[in-house]
Structure formats: C-alpha cells, structure tokens
C-alpha cells in the first residue's frame, strides 16, 4: 500500500512510492489529498514544517 503521507513528507518510503503516485495510474480521493493538505499546514503553522522545506523535498 503507498502511504501519501509518506510521499508528502518526503520521507525514504515516499521516495520509493513517487513513480507510482505520480505515474498517471494513481486514484487518490479527493478528500484524502485536502486531510494531507491540512496536515501539512497544520505542521507549517506550527513552526515544525516549512513550506519550501516540502516542495524541495518533493521535487
């Protein structure tokens, strides 16, 4: 199972993961990306995230 919240963090397993959540065959719920989304900025208002920190980590 790929775990997105893995992927989102940037973590080793969500490296493993990024070929098949961003392949194109990947269906995420929508409700699923908007809860990881608000967690992230949860984290980001909480001094423990930072945005640029998140997207280096996804590119």
Same mark, same amino acid.
């Given at each position: ?23 194109? +065959? ?11 989304? =608000? %967690?992230?900025? +949860?984290?980001v208002k909480e001094g423990r995230e930072t945005l640029d920190?998140? =997207? %280096?980590?996804?590119?």
């Amino acid at each position: 199972m790929l775990n997105l919240e893995e992927y989102f963090k940037g973590s080793k397993f969500g490296f493993r993961a990024k070929p098949y959540i961003e392949g194109g +065959n990947a269906v995420t719920p929508a409700i699923v990306v908007a809860e990881l989304s =608000r %967690k992230l900025m +949860n984290k980001v208002k909480e001094g423990r995230e930072t945005l640029d920190g998140r =997207r %280096k980590a996804l590119l």
